[in-house]
């Protein structure tokens, strides 16, 4: 397991906190309420902890195949139907959406190789992941990857507590498949936005592991 770069700022601050707050818990406090000051050293540890693994990147075998889309993100499945999509394709799409709870791994990998033919981010607004108009509503991070004529909408959606996306895709590149895509900060959600008709391959409420889960067969 690793570290992601988009952590070392927060793991380090976070770290600086851990600290100095402890160090003056046991300061004031260790004297008379030694209870109290373990007890809180226990509890931010605690969430020390959970923010070092927020940026974590385990070790897992990416599955690479030319004719499967793979899941772009850890977490669970929580909407399969056919929208509309107004920003890109103008017609009706097959929707793939992963909710990301703050426990789940937040690297965002690319479900296909291919070209970016589309890369636009949008302001919006932070409604929780789950509603229904969190993808068109909320700050989101749209990219299309073209290949082989079939094109694939991978939409990175702020929610409620993730207050930054980063995308690190530009138009006219060649994404590889399982290569990271980007990554969005604590707890959020990705949509997939496929061809009407596209064999898939997963369940609502099932769990998908990021560049690993076929979502989809070509």
């Known amino acids: 397991m690793t570290i992601h770069r988009e952590g070392y700022k927060s793991i380090a601050l976070a770290t600086l906190l851990f600290c100095g707050l402890n160090l003056i818990s046991f300061w004031f406090l260790s004297a008379e309420m030694r209870w109290i000051c373990i007890t809180f050293f226990i509890i931010t540890f605690l969430l020390l902890l959970f923010i070092i693994s927020f940026f974590r990147i385990p070790n897992r075998t990416l599955t690479i195949n030319d004719k499967a889309i793979i899941a772009p993100a850890d977490g669970k499945v929580v909407v399969i139907e056919e929208a509309f999509d107004n920003e890109y394709f103008h017609e009706k799409r097959l929707q793939v959406s992963i909710f ?10 690319n479900p296909i190789s291919g070209e970016v033919v589309y890369n636009k981010y949008h302001k919006g607004k932070y409604l929780v992941a789950w509603h229904p108009k969190s993808s068109t509503e909320n700050e989101r991070h749209s990219v299309v990857i073209k290949k082989e004529g079939l094109e694939v909408l991978v939409k990175q959606i702020a929610g409620a507590l993730a207050r930054r996306i980063v995308n690190y895709s530009e138009k006219g590149q060649q994404a590889e498949q399982g290569k990271e895509l980007g990554f969005i900060k604590f707890g959020s959600r990705v949509d997939l936005l496929l061809p009407v008709g596209t064999k898939i391959n997963v ?4 769990s998908v592991c990021g560049g690993v889960t076929v979502i989809a067969f070509l």
């Open 203 to 206: 369940a609502l409420n099932q």
């Open 100 to 109: 990301m709870s703050p426990a789940n791994v937040h690297v965002n990998r």
